[in-house]
């Protein structure tokens, strides 16, 4: 799918709101694609222009090469079948069983009741639901009810998967395993996932390419451990601070800028993902600090902080070595 120049702009009483702007950006068939940003940056109007649930104000979204914004009703009724959603607050049916939320679709595109039978069972199979198929959602745990979401989102053999801050309701267990289930069904049925979230260690965990929005407009964009590796953007940077270890509290507070003698130097080397921390580095005379490397779609994507005499130059460590600044000693 392909948005070329997409803008977006909201007309209500309280005036304009420009919520896109600009927006240029492929979501390849078959990969997790991350939409990230804060609260306001434009997440839900991308996401929802995707369905056209939203129309663009400029620009255009394609659809395997098909402007979506030409479609009629019934065209209109057919992407949606393309592509499934679920939903935050999950959106299901409080009077209708599991079964019958999941049939629902079905029903209503008029499949016949013994295939319907069957791709029910099959997609709460696919997503773990099996017994609990005439279970109120009343009666489900918060990840249960995005599992029966999900099965009614694949029931329709959609090719594109909307989530709409799909694990935001759920504790970090739960949503780790929504988040697996979803990895699995990415690779078990080759299915586009594009998913809003406002958290950096969603993306880590299962998106292979992201966008970070900054005010309606593409902050940036590229492989998830490319952005973690090197963020460019203030944006990112903030979004990516809660997963970032601050430096141990005894030596931030002695760290300083300027060296006095026989101060040792405190050194920061990043991981880009190049190649795995290579702890040679340590014969040199240097001490590990601090380690936080996070392997991220097959790349190692991290840091190390060390100690280094004051005569060590912090580039014969790597030429991404970055000196924070000087503490003192006592040896
Ligand atoms: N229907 C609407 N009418 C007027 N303004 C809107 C409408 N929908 C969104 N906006 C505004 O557009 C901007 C972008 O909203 P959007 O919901 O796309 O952002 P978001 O990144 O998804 O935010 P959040 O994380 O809070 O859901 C915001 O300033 C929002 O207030």
């Not at 991350?34 to 939203?54: D, Q, V």
């Not at 209109?76 to 939903?87: A, H, Q, T, V, Y």
């Not at 299901?92 to 679709?105: D, G, M, S």
């Not at 998106?207 to 090197?230: M, S």
Request: one cysteine or more; a neutral charge.
């Amino acid at each position: 799918m392909r948005f070329q120049g997409l803008g977006k702009t909201y007309v209500s009483s309280a005036g304009e709101v420009q919520a896109l702007q600009g927006i240029n950006l492929d979501i390849e068939p078959g990969e997790i694609f991350g939409i990230i940003g804060r609260s306001g940056a434009g997440k839900s109007s991308l996401l929802r222009s995707i369905n056209r649930l939203e129309r663009p104000s400029e620009g255009r979204v394609l659809v395997d090469g098909e402007d979506i914004a030409g479609l009629g009703e019934a065209e209109l009724i057919r992407l949606r079948r393309r592509i499934g959603m679920i939903f935050q607050h999950f959106n299901l049916l409080a009077a209708k069983t599991v079964r019958e939320n999941v049939a629902l679709p079905l029903r209503i595109a008029g499949v016949p009741q013994d295939e319907a039978r069957a791709r029910v069972a099959e997609v709460l199979r696919l997503v773990g639901l099996e017994g609990k198929e005439d279970t109120y959602p009343s009666r489900l745990s918060g990840g249960q009810k995005q599992r029966v979401g999900i099965a009614r989102a694949l029931v329709m053999r959609p090719e594109i998967l909307l989530c709409d801050e799909a694990t935001s309701a759920l504790d970090p267990e739960t949503t780790l395993s929504i988040l697996r289930l979803l990895r699995d069904i990415n690779r078990r049925l080759g299915l586009t996932i594009v998913l809003i979230t406002h958290e950096m260690s969603v993306i880590r965990e299962i998106c292979h390419r992201v966008v970070v929005l900054e005010h309606g407009r593409i902050a940036e964009t590229g492989p998830v451990w490319q952005v973690f590796a090197q963020p460019q953007h203030a944006a990112t940077q903030a979004l990516l601070a809660p997963l970032t270890r601050a430096l141990p509290e005894d030596l931030s507070a002695r760290l300083r800028d300027r060296a006095e003698p026989g101060d040792w130097q405190v050194i920061e080397l990043p991981f880009t993902g190049e190649a795995a921390p290579d702890l040679a580095v340590l014969a040199q005379g240097v001490r590990l600090v601090q380690a936080q490397v996070d392997p991220i779609d097959g790349h190692a994507v991290g840091r190390l902080v060390l100690l280094a005499p004051p005569e060590l130059d912090p580039a014969s460590l790597s030429p991404n070595a970055r000196r924070l600044g000087h503490v003192a000693t006592n040896d």
